[in-house]
């Protein structure tokens, strides 16, 4: 694609005199013109190219108006940025035919005018719906609405995005039955994952097409169901020849919900990758609800419990990608969740910036992790 094939930079929201100036007194060392490679020690972004992998970070239109120095950490340590919540339905459809892109264009467009890539999240989830878009619809008007919606979105971003969640969380949450039970699902069975990724794929035929699920890496018996569901449900779309890609594998890590075995973990991974998917990481962060609450011991088994979680990921070739769901503890999912906050009332530190931007144990593992991990191939 040529550079002029892309829209005008509109509403790019970060100043670049601005954001030079807060890369500075972060003591950055500032090359204008390649802030991806401005500071001292190796990015995330490059520790990950080293590898063969990509690192990137999820960010919201929220934190690029409110906090220039975390939008300064994303572009100096990721190669890729996600929109946090904007590409979802309820923000781009909210009325049935009318979209709204100008949050999500923001942050493509930011990704892009400083080399990023981008990636999309979520065509179909069964949260952030409109209303309209709720239970009681007829099979046709569910399948018209998947169909104006998928089309539209894909090919809005068609060359510009990397990849694709074009399912999110469609696994039955206890493992108990096979798929969750959503509007979609209530209108039009289980075919309506195998024609999502159908309708992406023809809007975008260069994007990863992924199917994004949690719970999916703790040696429990309730998430070795999950595993077990997920792989029927990719078996069965791999047969169909379904144009899925990659799995996503959430990774909002949380000790409170079961041991984790490596062994396990990878098995998943490599079960996975022998139907010829390749395997992403894509919402790293942790739930420290049940770790201490002095932040020095908290910090620390936050980032032990993430670099061998990230260890057994990245021994596996099939994962080639991670991307952190956030980037400070100023602004974190797990705080605005009553399943997933502390109950002693101190704030989470599910990220690996601290709510001052400053680096933290975690981004520390992680960079570590990336390091130890063995190369592989050219990513994409
Ligand atoms: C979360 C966002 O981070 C929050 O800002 C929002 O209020 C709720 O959704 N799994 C997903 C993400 O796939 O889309 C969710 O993101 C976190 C859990």
């Known amino acids: 694609m040529r550079a002029t094939d892309w829209p005008a930079a509109r509403g790019l929201l970060i100043d670049r005199r601005r954001l030079l100036g807060v890369l500075a007194a972060t003591g950055a060392a500032v090359r204008p013109g390649a802030p991806n490679a401005a500071c001292r020690a190796p990015s995330l972004a490059a520790l990950a190219a080293e590898k063969g992998l990509m690192f990137g970070m999820a960010l919201t239109r929220e934190q690029v108006r409110e906090a220039p120095p975390l939008v300064a950490v994303a572009l100096a340590q990721a190669a890729m940025l996600v929109p946090g919540n904007e590409l979802k339905w309820v923000r781009a459809e909210p009325e049935p035919g009318q979209f709204d892109f100008a949050d999500a264009d923001a942050l ?9 890539l981008s990636r999309g ?17 007829t099979r046709a008007e569910a399948g018209a609405a998947l169909s104006r919606h998928i089309k539209t979105l894909c090919s809005r971003y068609a060359g510009r995005m ?9 696994i039955e949450p206890s493992g108990a039955g096979p798929l969750r039970r959503t509007p979609f699902l209530a209108a039009l069975g289980e075919d309506y994952i195998a024609r999502a990724f159908a309708l992406a794929a023809e809007a975008d035929p260069d994007a990863i097409l992924t199917l994004n699920e949690y719970d999916l890496e703790r040696d429990t018996e309730w998430q070795a169901r999950r595993r077990a569901a997920m792989l029927d449900l990719l078996n069965r ?5 379904v144009p899925v890609r990659a799995l996503g594998v959430q990774g909002h890590l949380d000790p409170a919900k079961g041991r984790f075995d490596p062994e396990v973990f990878r098995g998943f991974i490599r079960a996975v990758a022998s139907l010829g998917l390749s395997v992403f990481i894509t919402e790293l962060d942790i739930t420290d609800r049940t770790l201490p609450g002095a ?3 908290r910090d620390r088994a936050a980032a032990e419990e993430t670099r061998a ?8 070739p099939a994962v080639r990608l991670v991307v952190t769901w956030g980037v400070s503890d100023a602004y974190s999912w797990v705080d605005g969740n009553p399943r997933t906050r502390r109950t002693d009332g101190l704030t ?7 709510a001052a931007f400053r680096p933290k144990p975690l981004r520390a593992a992680v960079a570590e992790a990336l390091r130890s991990a063995p190369a592989r191939g050219i990513a994409r």
């Open 108 to 116: 493509v467009d930011l990704a892009h005018a400083h080399g990023l």
């Open 121 to 137: 999240h979520a065509l179909v989830w069964h949260e952030a719906l409109p209303a309209w878009m709720g239970p009681g619809l």
């Open 162 to 170: 990397h990849s694709w969640d074009v399912v999110n969380e469609a």
């Open 237 to 241: 779309l791999v047969r169909r020849r």
């Open 295 to 297: 932040v020095v011991a």
């Open 309 to 316: 979680y990230l260890a057994a990921a990245l021994a596996e």
């Open 348 to 354: 989470s530190r599910p990220h690996l910036y601290d």
